[in-house]
């Protein structure tokens, strides 16, 4: 029973946006894409230089609801380190992940509440 309530007021939000024919119009996406090659080249004769290849990718969107209430979601190449998405290339048979790297919802009140 919880759980329906909870969920009412997303169901009430999404079934209203999406009943407007402007709801393109609404929404806006962004994304970005890097690839950058790098040469480390430590002056030690110990240490070999290091080559390697990174990129990083992301898209995401933002949705105005109503006037009120926005919400938005990213995703994102890379692991779970909270400072960098970007991904280290190596041979073809690896794989590289993409997740959530962010997700939000922000609601402004209407006059009467502020």
Known sequence: ??????????????????????????????NDFRFRTELLDQDSDSTPPNFRQRLRARLG?????????????TLASGSDDPTSTNQTLGDGSSTKSFSLDEAFAKWRPSEPWT
């Open 61 to 73: 969107g933002v949705f105005q609801v109503n006037d009120q209430v926005e919400s938005g979601l």
């Open 1 to 30: 029973m919880a759980i329906s309530i909870r969920a009412f007021p997303l169901l009430f939000l999404a079934s209203t946006a999406f009943a407007e024919a402007d709801w393109s119009e609404r929404m806006k996406l962004k």
